[in-house]
């Protein structure tokens, strides 16, 4: 089976450029989630879909970044503009939604602002 | 969600069990415990979960305590490739997904 798909793998761009994150869950999950990892911050979730729709951003550090999830197997993070600060390897996860399945995650896109 | 307690850091001799402890004292009765562990430069891998039973699968053991306040998670052949951090979370059920909140968790290292 394959597991979620995430690309790219890594990603380096000049501060201000628009980065675009993707993200194919495990064919028929229906919950998607977007992590972001650092040394200080450690792991720290951004945001999470239900059946496509976003149900809590609180976790979005600012405008400047956004999610979607056009249809179940494909979403979207965008940062734009860029800052040397969102460098991070990013993480996307999927699990079915009901019940008390574990969330499976992606290997990462492994991101570096200049 | 409940806080979780847990060593930074422990070393194991490959063969032998590890044992990995985690504080939950403040676990509601309707809060699971769960661990994940996250090998270098990988996404975190789920491992095992549990209520208040001691739960056994193919990769661990997960004793939690009677008053369900700690609980041990056990790697019974410790491996090599068992280093990693592992992370252990407490988090309630509901309808719809939960999201997970991550510790610093526990680096554990096993040595040849």
């Known amino acids: 089976d394959a597991g979620v798909i995430q690309s790219p793998r890594h990603e380096v761009t000049e501060m201000g450029q628009e980065v675009t994150l993707r993200c194919k869950p495990i064919s028929g999950h229906n919950s998607l989630f977007w992590y972001r990892q650092t040394m200080m911050r450690g792991l720290e979730l951004l945001i999470y879909f239900n059946n496509n729709v976003p149900i809590d951003d609180s976790g979005m550090p600012e405008d400047r970044f956004s999610a979607k999830m056009p249809n179940a197997s494909f979403s979207t993070l965008k940062i734009q503009p860029s800052e040397p600060r969102d460098s991070a390897v990013y993480f996307c996860?999927?699990?079915?939604?009901?019940?008390?399945?574990?969330?499976?995650f992606g290997d990462g896109t492994r991101l570096s602002i200049l | 969600d409940a806080k979780t307690t847990q060593p930074t850091s422990m070393d194991c001799a490959e063969g032998r069990a590890a044992n990995l402890p985690c504080n939950h004292s403040?676990?509601?009765?309707?809060?699971?415990v769960y661990w994940y562990r996250q090998i270098h430069s990988q996404g975190p891998q789920y491992i095992i979960h549990g209520l208040k039973n001691n739960e056994t699968n193919e990769m661990a053991s997960l004793i939690i305590t009677e008053d369900r306040k700690s609980s041990t998670l056990i790697l019974p052949h410790a491996t090599l490739r068992d280093t990693a951090v592992y992370y252990c979370i407490v988090r309630v059920h509901n309808q719809g997904a939960q999201k997970l909140v991550f510790g610093q968790g526990t680096r554990l290292t096993i040595n040849p």
């Open positions: 403040t676990i509601s009765g309707n809060e699971y």
């Open positions: 996860a999927s699990s079915p939604t009901t019940g008390i399945q574990p969330q499976h």
